[in-house]
């Protein structure tokens, strides 16, 4: 479990919230959470972006 990342997510996900442009903060949110999930599942390692 990574906190740091996990920060990130939370901060990335309440952008979409507070933003009407939630198009760019998607995925931004989606980049955060697959980073998440490289770091919480090291087994799934298809994509190192």
């Known amino acids: 479990y990574n906190s740091s990342c996990q920060?990130?997510?939370s901060y990335?996900?309440?952008l979409?919230?507070?933003?009407t442009n939630s198009n760019q903060i998607?995925?931004?949110v989606i980049q955060f959470q697959s980073r998440c999930?490289?770091?919480v599942t090291?087994?799934?390692?298809e994509r190192n972006d």
């Open 7 to 9: 920060q990130e997510y």
């Open 16 to 19: 979409v919230y507070s933003t």
């Open 26 to 28: 998607e995925r931004r």
């Open 37 to 39: 999930t490289c770091y």
């Open 42 to 45: 090291p087994r799934r390692t």
């Open 12 to 14: 990335a996900n309440a």
